[in-house]
């Protein structure tokens, strides 16, 4: 069973770190853009950040210069190192990325189960 596994949320104060971890296992045969969502209450889920197999990456306007996102192809992990975290950040973050699974070869996307941040003092 493919899935996807997430760590590192919790309670940070404002202009404090977090750095939130995701590792897809199971029976993988190729993983495409990894990415970072995230939902706050009331709000649709918006894309954060996300980052191509060759590296190459994209951010909401409201996290550039603030969050970093990186993979680990070997470990089929994704990484998103938040800095500088306002209260504005509090939500759930949810990794996602497109997966050919490695058993009857189909794309499919799939989520973490999600972590709660909150940005508060």
């Known amino acids: 069973q493919l899935q996807f596994v997430e760590s590192g949320g919790g309670l940070v104060q404002p202009g404090g770190s977090l750095r939130l971890s995701c590792a897809a296992s199971?029976?993988?045969?190729?993983?495409?853009?990894m990415d970072w969502y995230r939902q706050a209450p009331g709000k649709q889920r918006e894309l954060v950040a996300q980052i191509t197999n060759g590296g190459s990456t994209i951010y909401a306007d409201s996290v550039k210069g603030r969050f970093t996102i990186s993979r680990d192809n070997a470990k089929n992990t994704v990484y998103l190192q938040m800095n500088s975290l306002k209260p504005e950040d509090t939500a759930v973050y949810f990794c996602?990325?497109?997966?050919?699974?490695?058993?009857?070869?189909?794309?499919?996307?799939?989520w973490g189960q999600g972590t709660q941040v909150t940005v508060s003092s």
């Open positions: 199971g029976s993988i045969f190729s993983v495409n853009s």
């Open positions: 996602s990325s497109l997966i050919r699974d490695g058993t009857v070869m189909n794309w499919g996307r799939y």
